[in-house]
């Protein structure tokens, strides 16, 4: 089964890090793009980043820009983000999503991780 | 930047009424237009990409059209399982986009 499960979440302070992980299985995580969205409490999704298949080039937000980091494991199928200096506005669930072959749209998606600065 | 606006911001309908939700794009994007429904407390699923093609397993009444920088999801019957908030998203470059979301109720 072709599958996403993000980990790392948590309640952090303002200005604290945290590390989200995303273990892919059920196909060659190697030669998919990958992305981070994220959705606020009772808002719409704001994609965050992205990162291609060899991990050579990525890309982010500009409210994120600067402080949070994309990051791939391909030997051990795991996408990664970093998150740095975090505000009270980062708060949200977030998803890993895989960018489908051909499809380029997100074809497949985590259940989602929640992530709450709060002091 | 690309922005995505949808309209509209919510929606009533029957079931089996025919419902309609655009998208329009602040510039022309081809056809790098997807469609994604959102259920209550669940994961996002992508219904169309390509702005038109409909991804495996999808329900035939769920169509989609449109090119450049007007773009439609049609749900030609609606029915009770439908009840979701549905995003639009141009996907062809960073940054990604995505439109801020209609949610569709039963009436």
């Known amino acids: 089964e072709v599958q996403l499960v993000e980990s790392g979440g948590g309640l952090v302070q303002p200005g604290g890090s945290l590390r989200l992980s995303c273990a892919a299985s059920g196909f060659t995580f190697s030669s998919y793009w990958m992305h981070w969205v994220r959705q606020a409490p009772g808002k719409g999704l704001v994609w965050v980043s992205r990162i291609n298949s060899d991990g050579s080039s990525t890309s982010y937000a500009d409210s994120v820009k600067g402080r949070f980091t994309i990051s791939r494991d391909n030997a051990k199928n795991t996408l990664y983000l970093q998150m740095n200096s975090l505000r009270a506005e980062d708060t949200a669930v977030y998803y890993c999503a895989r960018r489908g072959d051909g499809v380029r749209a997100f074809d497949i998606w985590g259940q989602g991780t929640m992530v709450t600065v709060s002091s | 930047d690309i922005q995505m606006t949808q309209s509209p911001s919510s929606l009533s309908a029957s079931v089996g009424d025919r419902v309609t939700i655009t998208c329009r794009a602040s510039?022309?994007?081809?056809?790098?237009l997807a469609w994604y429904q959102q259920k209550p407390g669940k994961v996002p699923k992508l219904l169309i990409y390509a702005a038109s093609t409909l991804q495996s397993g999808v329900p035939s009444r769920f169509s989609g059209s449109g090119s450049g920088t007007d773009f439609t999801l049609t749900i030609s019957s609606l029915q009770p399982e439908d009840v979701a908030t549905y995003y639009c998203?141009?996907?062809?470059?960073?940054?990604?986009?995505f439109g801020q979301g209609t949610r569709l109720e039963i009436k």
């Open positions: 998203q141009k996907y062809n470059s960073a940054p990604i986009t």
């Open positions: 510039q022309g994007i081809s056809n790098y």
